[in-house]
Protein backbone atom coordinates (compact mmCIF):
# COMPACT_ATOMS: atom_id res chain seq x y z
CA UNK A 1 0.00 0.00 0.00
CA UNK A 2 1.43 3.86 -0.97
CA UNK A 3 1.85 6.05 2.01
CA UNK A 4 -0.22 8.93 1.55
CA UNK A 5 0.90 13.04 1.79
CA UNK A 6 -1.15 13.39 4.95
CA UNK A 7 0.18 10.40 6.78
CA UNK A 8 3.58 11.72 5.89
CA UNK A 9 2.55 15.66 7.25
CA UNK A 10 1.21 13.38 10.20
CA UNK A 11 4.22 12.15 11.17
CA UNK A 12 5.77 15.76 10.90
CA UNK A 13 3.35 17.29 13.07
CA UNK A 14 3.54 14.57 15.78
CA UNK A 15 7.15 14.89 15.55
CA UNK A 16 6.98 18.41 16.78
CA UNK A 17 4.66 17.77 19.22
CA UNK A 18 2.12 19.89 17.76
CA UNK A 19 -0.69 16.49 17.45
CA UNK A 20 0.83 15.00 20.67
CA UNK A 21 0.08 17.43 23.26
CA UNK A 22 -3.65 17.62 21.85
CA UNK A 23 -4.02 13.96 22.32
CA UNK A 24 -1.91 13.36 24.96
CA UNK A 25 -2.99 10.13 27.71
CA UNK A 26 -4.91 11.42 30.61
CA UNK A 27 -5.20 14.89 28.99
CA UNK A 28 -7.62 15.76 26.11
CA UNK A 29 -7.45 11.59 25.20
CA UNK A 30 -9.26 11.08 28.13
CA UNK A 31 -11.56 13.69 28.36
CA UNK A 32 -12.21 12.94 25.18
CA UNK A 33 -17.18 13.73 24.19
CA UNK A 34 -18.70 10.66 23.89
CA UNK A 35 -20.75 12.14 21.29
CA UNK A 36 -20.02 11.65 17.27
CA UNK A 37 -20.46 15.58 16.94
CA UNK A 38 -18.16 16.19 19.93
CA UNK A 39 -15.48 13.93 19.16
CA UNK A 40 -14.90 15.68 15.96
CA UNK A 41 -15.21 19.07 17.58
CA UNK A 42 -12.35 18.37 20.23
CA UNK A 43 -10.59 16.90 17.37
CA UNK A 44 -11.03 20.06 14.65
CA UNK A 45 -12.70 22.71 16.24
CA UNK A 46 -14.14 25.71 14.44
CA UNK A 47 -12.02 28.44 13.96
CA UNK A 48 -8.86 26.69 14.49
CA UNK A 49 -6.20 26.66 11.92
CA UNK A 50 -6.58 23.26 9.39
CA UNK A 51 -3.99 21.05 8.53
CA UNK A 52 -5.01 17.89 7.23
CA UNK A 53 -3.64 15.63 9.68
CA UNK A 54 -6.08 16.91 12.37
CA UNK A 55 -8.75 14.41 9.45
CA UNK A 56 -6.28 11.62 10.27
CA UNK A 57 -5.89 12.05 13.83
CA UNK A 58 -10.07 12.45 13.90
CA UNK A 59 -10.37 9.36 12.10
CA UNK A 60 -7.91 7.63 14.66
CA UNK A 61 -9.65 8.66 17.72
CA UNK A 62 -12.76 7.63 16.17
CA UNK A 63 -11.84 3.73 15.55
CA UNK A 64 -11.03 3.63 19.19
CA UNK A 65 -14.81 3.64 20.15
CA UNK A 66 -17.72 2.20 19.02
CA UNK A 67 -19.83 3.37 16.04
CA UNK A 68 -22.40 5.80 16.88
CA UNK A 69 -25.13 5.13 14.55
CA UNK A 70 -26.40 7.71 11.49
CA UNK A 71 -30.18 8.91 12.76
CA UNK A 72 -32.75 11.13 10.75
CA UNK A 73 -35.44 11.15 13.62
CA UNK A 74 -35.01 15.54 13.16
CA UNK A 75 -36.07 15.30 9.84
CA UNK A 76 -39.25 17.26 9.40
CA UNK A 77 -42.71 14.72 8.91
CA UNK A 78 -42.84 13.17 5.63
CA UNK A 79 -39.15 14.71 4.24
CA UNK A 80 -37.56 10.98 4.51
CA UNK A 81 -40.57 9.72 2.07
CA UNK A 82 -40.53 12.64 -0.06
CA UNK A 83 -41.30 11.93 -4.20
CA UNK A 84 -38.12 12.41 -6.46
CA UNK A 85 -39.28 15.05 -8.53
CA UNK A 86 -40.28 16.76 -5.66
CA UNK A 87 -37.08 16.24 -3.78
CA UNK A 88 -34.96 17.75 -6.38
CA UNK A 89 -37.11 20.49 -6.59
CA UNK A 90 -35.30 21.94 -3.34
CA UNK A 91 -32.43 23.79 -4.87
CA UNK A 92 -29.79 26.28 -3.34
CA UNK A 93 -30.71 30.01 -3.79
CA UNK A 94 -27.73 31.78 -5.06
CA UNK A 95 -27.26 33.13 -1.14
CA UNK A 96 -26.59 29.37 -0.61
CA UNK A 97 -23.82 28.80 -2.85
CA UNK A 98 -20.51 28.79 -1.78
CA UNK A 99 -18.23 31.09 -3.62
CA UNK A 100 -20.50 31.92 -5.77
CA UNK A 101 -19.49 35.08 -7.12
CA UNK A 102 -16.13 34.84 -6.05
CA UNK A 103 -14.63 33.72 -10.34
CA UNK A 104 -12.48 31.38 -7.85
CA UNK A 105 -13.37 28.52 -10.37
CA UNK A 106 -15.89 26.95 -8.12
CA UNK A 107 -18.71 27.09 -6.67
CA UNK A 108 -19.73 24.08 -4.10
CA UNK A 109 -23.70 23.99 -3.85
CA UNK A 110 -24.94 22.17 -0.11
CA UNK A 111 -27.74 19.34 -0.37
CA UNK A 112 -30.68 19.13 1.40
CA UNK A 113 -31.46 15.87 3.28
CA UNK A 114 -34.68 14.20 2.30
CA UNK A 115 -35.89 11.42 -0.22
CA UNK A 116 -33.46 8.30 0.41
CA UNK A 117 -30.87 10.71 1.48
CA UNK A 118 -31.99 11.28 4.72
CA UNK A 119 -28.52 10.79 6.81
CA UNK A 120 -27.29 14.17 8.05
CA UNK A 121 -23.61 15.11 6.95
CA UNK A 122 -21.12 18.20 8.62
CA UNK A 123 -19.93 20.47 5.90
CA UNK A 124 -17.36 22.50 7.00
CA UNK A 125 -14.89 25.08 4.54
CA UNK A 126 -11.29 25.69 5.29
CA UNK A 127 -10.74 29.70 4.75
CA UNK A 128 -7.29 31.38 4.94
CA UNK A 129 -6.01 27.78 6.64
CA UNK A 130 -9.27 28.10 9.05
CA UNK A 131 -12.15 25.79 9.87
CA UNK A 132 -15.79 27.14 9.06
CA UNK A 133 -18.44 25.28 9.65
CA UNK A 134 -21.42 25.94 6.81
CA UNK A 135 -24.41 26.49 8.93
CA UNK A 136 -27.77 25.20 7.53
CA UNK A 137 -29.94 27.49 7.11
CA UNK A 138 -33.61 26.62 5.38
CA UNK A 139 -34.01 30.71 4.15
CA UNK A 140 -30.94 29.90 1.65
CA UNK A 141 -32.98 27.14 -0.28
CA UNK A 142 -35.99 27.40 -2.70
CA UNK A 143 -38.25 24.24 -1.83
CA UNK A 144 -40.60 24.50 -4.51
CA UNK A 145 -43.48 21.96 -3.53
CA UNK A 146 -42.08 20.92 -0.46
CA UNK A 147 -43.28 22.45 2.80
CA UNK A 148 -39.78 24.19 4.50
CA UNK A 149 -38.80 22.89 7.76
CA UNK A 150 -39.33 25.13 10.68
CA UNK A 151 -37.05 28.59 11.31
CA UNK A 152 -34.30 27.20 13.27
CA UNK A 153 -33.70 23.60 12.55
CA UNK A 154 -30.31 22.24 12.20
CA UNK A 155 -30.48 19.85 9.77
CA UNK A 156 -27.13 19.99 8.44
CA UNK A 157 -27.03 18.26 4.85
CA UNK A 158 -27.23 14.98 2.82
CA UNK A 159 -23.79 16.19 0.47
CA UNK A 160 -22.91 18.84 -1.61
CA UNK A 161 -22.81 19.34 -5.64
CA UNK A 162 -19.55 20.94 -6.80
CA UNK A 163 -19.73 23.76 -10.26
CA UNK A 164 -16.74 24.03 -11.88
CA UNK A 165 -15.76 27.03 -15.08
CA UNK A 166 -15.86 30.95 -15.00
CA UNK A 167 -17.70 31.70 -18.13
CA UNK A 168 -19.75 28.60 -18.57
CA UNK A 169 -19.59 26.95 -15.51
CA UNK A 170 -21.13 22.94 -15.56
CA UNK A 171 -21.94 20.44 -12.90
CA UNK A 172 -18.61 18.57 -12.18
CA UNK A 173 -19.21 15.99 -9.32
CA UNK A 174 -21.76 15.60 -6.60
CA UNK A 175 -21.06 13.90 -3.14
CA UNK A 176 -24.05 12.56 -1.76
CA UNK A 177 -24.84 9.13 -0.13
CA UNK A 178 -22.37 6.73 2.04
CA UNK A 179 -19.09 7.03 0.21
CA UNK A 180 -20.61 7.79 -3.34
CA UNK A 181 -19.64 10.39 -5.56
CA UNK A 182 -19.52 11.31 -9.34
CA UNK A 183 -17.80 12.68 -11.53
CA UNK A 184 -17.22 13.70 -15.19
CA UNK A 185 -14.86 15.41 -18.32
CA UNK A 186 -16.34 18.50 -20.45
CA UNK A 187 -18.94 18.04 -22.42
CA UNK A 188 -19.97 14.72 -20.85
CA UNK A 189 -23.58 13.61 -18.44
CA UNK A 190 -23.29 11.76 -15.71
CA UNK A 191 -22.99 8.54 -15.30
CA UNK A 192 -20.77 6.04 -13.46
CA UNK A 193 -20.43 6.38 -10.02
CA UNK A 194 -17.65 5.65 -7.76
CA UNK A 195 -17.30 4.58 -3.81
CA UNK A 196 -14.12 5.43 -1.33
CA UNK A 197 -14.68 2.14 0.43
CA UNK A 198 -16.61 -0.78 -0.61
CA UNK A 199 -16.92 -3.66 2.19
CA UNK A 200 -17.80 -7.31 1.87
CA UNK A 201 -20.30 -6.78 -1.46
CA UNK A 202 -22.47 -9.62 -2.90
CA UNK A 203 -21.75 -11.93 -0.02
CA UNK A 204 -24.80 -13.53 1.85
CA UNK A 205 -24.00 -12.43 4.82
CA UNK A 206 -24.78 -9.15 3.58
CA UNK A 207 -22.87 -5.72 2.57
CA UNK A 208 -21.13 -3.06 5.01
CA UNK A 209 -22.18 0.33 4.11
CA UNK A 210 -18.88 2.72 5.16
CA UNK A 211 -20.55 7.10 5.03
CA UNK A 212 -18.63 9.76 4.85
CA UNK A 213 -19.71 11.85 8.27
CA UNK A 214 -18.16 15.22 7.49
CA UNK A 215 -16.22 17.15 4.63
CA UNK A 216 -13.93 19.83 4.76
CA UNK A 217 -13.83 21.60 1.72
CA UNK A 218 -10.79 24.45 0.84
CA UNK A 219 -11.65 27.49 -0.43
CA UNK A 220 -9.70 27.23 -4.14
CA UNK A 221 -7.17 29.86 -5.27
CA UNK A 222 -8.53 31.75 -7.98
CA UNK A 223 -7.24 30.20 -11.78
CA UNK A 224 -5.72 27.61 -9.41
CA UNK A 225 -7.98 24.90 -11.08
CA UNK A 226 -7.96 22.74 -8.15
CA UNK A 227 -10.68 21.94 -5.50
CA UNK A 228 -9.32 19.61 -2.43
CA UNK A 229 -11.56 17.92 -0.24
CA UNK A 230 -11.12 16.35 2.65
CA UNK A 231 -13.74 13.35 4.21
CA UNK A 232 -14.15 11.73 7.68
CA UNK A 233 -15.58 7.85 6.74
CA UNK A 234 -17.15 5.64 9.47
CA UNK A 235 -18.45 2.12 9.14
CA UNK A 236 -19.17 -0.55 11.90
CA UNK A 237 -16.04 -2.10 10.98
CA UNK A 238 -13.63 0.79 10.14
CA UNK A 239 -12.70 4.38 10.27
CA UNK A 240 -11.07 7.02 7.65
CA UNK A 241 -9.34 9.66 6.39
CA UNK A 242 -10.22 10.73 2.32
CA UNK A 243 -8.24 13.48 0.68
CA UNK A 244 -9.34 13.96 -2.89
CA UNK A 245 -8.09 16.37 -5.24
CA UNK A 246 -10.03 17.28 -8.08
CA UNK A 247 -9.12 19.07 -11.44
CA UNK A 248 -11.58 19.28 -14.35
CA UNK A 249 -10.87 19.57 -18.23
CA UNK A 250 -11.40 17.47 -20.94
CA UNK A 251 -9.92 14.17 -18.57
CA UNK A 252 -11.37 15.02 -15.07
CA UNK A 253 -8.67 13.64 -12.34
CA UNK A 254 -9.21 12.74 -8.69
CA UNK A 255 -6.64 11.91 -7.00
CA UNK A 256 -8.04 10.22 -3.55
CA UNK A 257 -5.42 9.25 -0.63
CA UNK A 258 -7.06 7.18 1.83
CA UNK A 259 -5.73 6.01 5.92
CA UNK A 260 -7.65 3.59 7.17
CA UNK A 261 -7.95 2.24 11.00
CA UNK A 262 -9.49 -1.06 11.26
CA UNK A 263 -12.38 -1.47 14.17
CA UNK A 264 -12.52 -5.22 13.53
CA UNK A 265 -10.87 -7.54 10.23
CA UNK A 266 -11.42 -6.51 6.82
CA UNK A 267 -11.30 -9.88 5.30
CA UNK A 268 -13.41 -8.91 2.73
CA UNK A 269 -12.59 -4.65 1.38
CA UNK A 270 -12.81 -3.07 -1.96
CA UNK A 271 -10.67 -0.31 -3.40
CA UNK A 272 -11.10 2.10 -7.01
CA UNK A 273 -14.73 0.95 -6.74
CA UNK A 274 -16.95 1.69 -9.46
CA UNK A 275 -20.71 1.36 -10.51
CA UNK A 276 -22.24 1.30 -13.27
CA UNK A 277 -25.55 0.59 -15.61
CA UNK A 278 -25.85 -2.43 -17.96
CA UNK A 279 -29.20 -3.41 -19.21
CA UNK A 280 -29.16 -4.64 -22.77
CA UNK A 281 -27.08 -4.37 -25.33
CA UNK A 282 -25.57 -6.75 -28.64
CA UNK A 283 -23.28 -8.36 -26.10
CA UNK A 284 -25.53 -9.87 -23.63
CA UNK A 285 -29.65 -9.01 -24.57
CA UNK A 286 -31.68 -11.43 -22.30
CA UNK A 287 -34.51 -10.98 -24.54
CA UNK A 288 -35.10 -7.60 -23.31
CA UNK A 289 -38.30 -5.29 -25.77
CA UNK A 290 -37.10 -2.16 -26.08
CA UNK A 291 -36.87 0.41 -29.24
CA UNK A 292 -33.64 1.04 -28.00
CA UNK A 293 -30.87 -1.36 -29.53
CA UNK A 294 -28.84 -0.57 -26.37
CA UNK A 295 -29.08 0.55 -23.03
CA UNK A 296 -26.18 0.94 -20.82
CA UNK A 297 -23.86 3.68 -19.71
CA UNK A 298 -20.63 0.93 -19.58
CA UNK A 299 -19.52 -1.69 -21.92
CA UNK A 300 -17.11 -3.13 -20.02
CA UNK A 301 -13.78 -3.73 -17.43
CA UNK A 302 -10.31 -2.72 -18.81
CA UNK A 303 -7.18 -3.82 -17.32
CA UNK A 304 -3.48 -3.00 -17.08
CA UNK A 305 -2.03 -5.73 -15.26
CA UNK A 306 0.92 -5.60 -13.22
CA UNK A 307 3.42 -7.32 -16.36
CA UNK A 308 1.72 -4.98 -18.89
CA UNK A 309 -1.21 -6.98 -20.44
CA UNK A 310 -3.65 -5.19 -21.73
CA UNK A 311 -7.32 -7.11 -20.85
CA UNK A 312 -11.00 -6.20 -21.78
CA UNK A 313 -13.89 -7.86 -20.09
CA UNK A 314 -17.13 -6.98 -21.97
CA UNK A 315 -19.87 -6.81 -19.05
CA UNK A 316 -23.49 -8.92 -19.31
CA UNK A 317 -26.89 -8.38 -17.32
CA UNK A 318 -26.63 -12.25 -16.61
CA UNK A 319 -29.77 -14.20 -15.99
CA UNK A 320 -28.25 -14.88 -11.99
CA UNK A 321 -25.76 -12.89 -10.03
CA UNK A 322 -22.79 -13.54 -11.12
CA UNK A 323 -18.83 -12.86 -9.58
CA UNK A 324 -15.63 -12.82 -11.84
CA UNK A 325 -12.32 -12.25 -9.82
CA UNK A 326 -9.22 -11.46 -12.40
CA UNK A 327 -5.63 -12.31 -10.10
CA UNK A 328 -2.83 -9.92 -10.39
CA UNK A 329 0.11 -8.03 -8.61
CA UNK A 330 0.77 -4.54 -8.32
CA UNK A 331 -1.99 -3.48 -11.20
CA UNK A 332 -1.33 -0.58 -13.14
CA UNK A 333 -4.38 0.07 -14.15
CA UNK A 334 -8.53 -0.97 -14.06
CA UNK A 335 -11.49 0.74 -14.46
CA UNK A 336 -15.02 0.67 -16.39
CA UNK A 337 -15.16 2.59 -19.37
CA UNK A 338 -17.87 3.13 -21.86
CA UNK A 339 -16.83 2.21 -25.42
CA UNK A 340 -19.74 2.50 -27.49
CA UNK A 341 -20.10 6.58 -28.70
CA UNK A 342 -22.32 6.47 -31.57
CA UNK A 343 -25.40 7.89 -30.72
CA UNK A 344 -26.96 5.54 -33.79
CA UNK A 345 -26.27 3.01 -30.89
CA UNK A 346 -28.41 3.71 -28.60
CA UNK A 347 -31.23 6.05 -30.24
CA UNK A 348 -32.09 7.85 -26.84
CA UNK A 349 -31.97 11.18 -27.66
CA UNK A 350 -32.87 11.51 -23.62
CA UNK A 351 -30.42 10.09 -21.64
CA UNK A 352 -27.70 9.75 -23.89
CA UNK A 353 -25.48 7.04 -23.11
CA UNK A 354 -23.08 7.57 -25.54
CA UNK A 355 -21.95 10.58 -23.44
CA UNK A 356 -21.31 8.87 -20.09
CA UNK A 357 -18.11 9.10 -18.54
CA UNK A 358 -15.24 5.71 -18.55
CA UNK A 359 -13.87 5.43 -15.08
CA UNK A 360 -9.63 4.69 -15.24
CA UNK A 361 -8.19 4.03 -11.61
CA UNK A 362 -4.54 4.25 -12.06
CA UNK A 363 -3.06 3.13 -8.86
CA UNK A 364 -0.14 4.98 -6.91
CA UNK A 365 2.46 2.59 -5.58
CA UNK A 366 2.44 -1.03 -5.12
CA UNK A 367 -0.53 -2.66 -4.21
CA UNK A 368 0.97 -5.92 -3.77
CA UNK A 369 -1.32 -9.42 -4.91
CA UNK A 370 -5.09 -9.26 -5.13
CA UNK A 371 -7.47 -9.53 -7.76
CA UNK A 372 -9.98 -6.73 -9.78
CA UNK A 373 -13.64 -7.95 -8.91
CA UNK A 374 -16.47 -7.70 -10.94
CA UNK A 375 -20.08 -8.38 -9.73
CA UNK A 376 -23.08 -8.62 -12.28
CA UNK A 377 -26.54 -8.12 -10.85
CA UNK A 378 -29.51 -9.19 -12.72
CA UNK A 379 -31.57 -5.72 -13.34
CA UNK A 380 -34.64 -5.17 -15.29
CA UNK A 381 -33.80 -1.64 -14.54
CA UNK A 382 -32.08 1.02 -16.54
CA UNK A 383 -31.67 3.39 -12.96
CA UNK A 384 -30.01 -0.02 -11.20
CA UNK A 385 -26.13 0.32 -11.02
CA UNK A 386 -25.89 -3.13 -11.36
CA UNK A 387 -22.14 -3.68 -12.71
CA UNK A 388 -19.03 -3.25 -9.44
CA UNK A 389 -16.01 -3.35 -10.21
CA UNK A 390 -12.80 -2.90 -7.59
CA UNK A 391 -9.57 -4.25 -6.44
CA UNK A 392 -9.95 -6.53 -3.49
CA UNK A 393 -6.08 -6.84 -1.81
CA UNK A 394 -5.31 -10.56 -1.07
CA UNK A 395 -4.39 -10.17 2.47
CA UNK A 396 -6.73 -9.08 4.91
CA UNK A 397 -6.60 -6.05 7.15
CA UNK A 398 -6.23 -6.84 10.32
CA UNK A 399 -8.22 -5.49 13.18
CA UNK A 400 -6.36 -2.52 15.45
CA UNK A 401 -3.85 -1.99 12.37
CA UNK A 402 -3.49 1.76 9.87
CA UNK A 403 -3.61 1.40 6.00
CA UNK A 404 -2.94 4.26 3.23
CA UNK A 405 -3.45 3.74 -0.35
CA UNK A 406 -3.40 6.31 -3.42
CA UNK A 407 -5.04 6.59 -6.35
CA UNK A 408 -5.69 8.41 -9.55
CA UNK A 409 -9.03 8.30 -11.32
CA UNK A 410 -10.10 9.83 -14.85
CA UNK A 411 -13.39 10.36 -15.68
CA UNK A 412 -13.33 10.40 -19.25
CA UNK A 413 -13.72 9.68 -22.91
CA UNK A 414 -11.43 6.72 -23.03
CA UNK A 415 -8.47 6.23 -20.28
CA UNK A 416 -5.20 8.32 -20.47
CA UNK A 417 -3.16 5.50 -21.15
CA UNK A 418 -4.07 3.27 -24.28
CA UNK A 419 -3.76 -0.38 -25.55
CA UNK A 420 -0.66 0.25 -28.01
CA UNK A 421 -2.76 -2.55 -29.47
CA UNK A 422 -5.77 -3.45 -31.76
CA UNK A 423 -8.96 -3.09 -29.38
CA UNK A 424 -12.28 -4.63 -29.34
CA UNK A 425 -14.82 -2.49 -30.62
CA UNK A 426 -17.75 -4.94 -31.34
CA UNK A 427 -18.96 -8.00 -29.77
CA UNK A 428 -21.91 -9.56 -30.55
CA UNK A 429 -23.29 -13.07 -29.46
CA UNK A 430 -26.29 -15.01 -31.00
CA UNK A 431 -27.45 -18.78 -31.46
CA UNK A 432 -25.26 -21.62 -33.03
CA UNK A 433 -25.56 -23.68 -35.89
CA UNK A 434 -26.54 -26.58 -33.49
CA UNK A 435 -28.53 -26.82 -30.13
CA UNK A 436 -26.11 -25.56 -27.60
CA UNK A 437 -23.80 -24.15 -29.33
CA UNK A 438 -23.51 -20.16 -29.27
CA UNK A 439 -22.15 -17.87 -31.91
CA UNK A 440 -19.77 -15.05 -31.45
CA UNK A 441 -18.34 -12.42 -33.24
CA UNK A 442 -15.76 -9.56 -32.29
CA UNK A 443 -14.31 -6.96 -33.92
CA UNK A 444 -10.87 -5.67 -33.30
CA UNK A 445 -9.91 -2.05 -34.57
CA UNK A 446 -6.33 -0.50 -34.72
CA UNK A 447 -3.73 1.50 -36.67
CA UNK A 448 -1.57 -1.53 -37.65
CA UNK A 449 -4.59 -3.75 -38.53
CA UNK A 450 -4.46 -1.52 -42.20
CA UNK A 451 -0.84 -3.14 -42.71
CA UNK A 452 -1.61 -5.72 -44.96
CA UNK A 453 1.57 -7.65 -44.45
CA UNK A 454 1.05 -8.11 -40.94
CA UNK A 455 -2.48 -8.59 -41.44
CA UNK A 456 -1.77 -11.56 -43.80
CA UNK A 457 0.19 -13.04 -40.59
CA UNK A 458 -2.65 -12.75 -37.92
CA UNK A 459 -3.81 -15.36 -36.43
CA UNK A 460 -6.75 -16.09 -33.42
CA UNK A 461 -6.15 -17.46 -30.42
CA UNK A 462 -9.29 -18.74 -28.84
CA UNK A 463 -9.42 -20.86 -26.11
CA UNK A 464 -13.09 -21.67 -24.22
CA UNK A 465 -13.02 -23.50 -20.72
CA UNK A 466 -14.89 -25.55 -20.64
CA UNK A 467 -15.93 -26.18 -23.75
CA UNK A 468 -14.43 -26.17 -27.76
CA UNK A 469 -14.05 -23.73 -30.14
CA UNK A 470 -15.86 -24.74 -33.82
CA UNK A 471 -16.00 -22.52 -37.27
CA UNK A 472 -13.18 -20.09 -36.61
CA UNK A 473 -12.96 -17.68 -39.32
CA UNK A 474 -11.04 -14.16 -39.93
CA UNK A 475 -12.67 -11.56 -42.16
CA UNK A 476 -10.03 -8.96 -42.45
CA UNK A 477 -10.87 -4.86 -43.78
CA UNK A 478 -7.74 -3.02 -43.89
CA UNK A 479 -9.12 -0.02 -45.31
CA UNK A 480 -11.33 0.24 -42.50
CA UNK A 481 -8.17 -0.77 -39.97
CA UNK A 482 -10.35 -3.64 -38.55
CA UNK A 483 -10.22 -7.45 -37.76
CA UNK A 484 -13.79 -9.52 -37.65
CA UNK A 485 -13.18 -12.72 -35.72
CA UNK A 486 -16.21 -15.56 -35.98
CA UNK A 487 -16.44 -18.74 -33.63
CA UNK A 488 -18.97 -21.12 -32.34
CA UNK A 489 -18.68 -22.02 -28.34
CA UNK A 490 -19.54 -25.87 -28.12
CA UNK A 491 -20.05 -26.23 -24.15
CA UNK A 492 -20.53 -29.67 -24.32
CA UNK A 493 -23.03 -30.67 -21.00
CA UNK A 494 -21.10 -27.28 -19.10
CA UNK A 495 -23.36 -24.78 -18.19
CA UNK A 496 -21.13 -21.91 -18.21
CA UNK A 497 -17.40 -21.17 -20.12
CA UNK A 498 -14.63 -18.47 -19.48
CA UNK A 499 -13.46 -17.71 -23.42
CA UNK A 500 -9.98 -15.98 -23.82
CA UNK A 501 -9.26 -14.36 -27.36
CA UNK A 502 -5.82 -12.65 -29.03
CA UNK A 503 -5.28 -11.71 -31.67
CA UNK A 504 -1.37 -12.75 -33.17
CA UNK A 505 1.37 -12.36 -35.52
CA UNK A 506 4.86 -14.22 -34.98
CA UNK A 507 4.23 -14.99 -31.49
CA UNK A 508 3.53 -11.40 -30.46
CA UNK A 509 0.48 -9.85 -29.73
CA UNK A 510 -1.74 -8.02 -31.47
CA UNK A 511 -4.48 -7.39 -30.03
CA UNK A 512 -5.53 -6.81 -26.28
CA UNK A 513 -6.92 -9.59 -24.31
CA UNK A 514 -10.49 -10.30 -24.48
CA UNK A 515 -12.22 -12.60 -21.97
CA UNK A 516 -15.68 -13.22 -21.95
CA UNK A 517 -17.77 -15.21 -19.89
CA UNK A 518 -21.10 -17.53 -21.24
CA UNK A 519 -23.58 -19.26 -19.53
CA UNK A 520 -26.31 -21.46 -21.08
Not at 30 to 40: E, F, I
Not at 375 to 390: G, K, M, W
Not at 484 to 512: K, N
Amino acid sequence: MSKSLNRRRFLSLAATGAIAQRFAVGTAAAQAPTTWAGLVQSVIAEGQRFDPALVVEAARVLSRRPMVPLVATDLPEGYATLPYDQYVGIRAQPSGMIWAGENRGFTVEPLHRGYVFSAPVSLFTVEDEVVRRVAFDPGKFNYGRVTPPPAGADLQFSGFRVSAGLERPYELALFQGATFFRSLARGQNFGAMARALILRPGETRGEEIPFFRAYWIERPSPAAGVLIIHALLDSESVTGAVRMTLRPGDVTFIDVEMTLFARANLDHVGFGCVMGTYLSGPQSRRGFDDLRPAVHEISGVQMLTGNGEWIYRPVSNPANLQVSSFQDSNPRGFGLVQRERDPNAFVDDDQRFELRPSVWMEPLGEWGPGSVQLIEIPSESELNDNIISYWRPRQPIPAGSETTIAYRQAWCWQPPERPPLATATRLRQGRGSQARRRRFLVDFTGERLGDPALVAAIRANVTATPGTIQNLRLWPFPERRTMRVAFEVDPGSETLSELRLVLDAGGQPVSETLLNRWTW
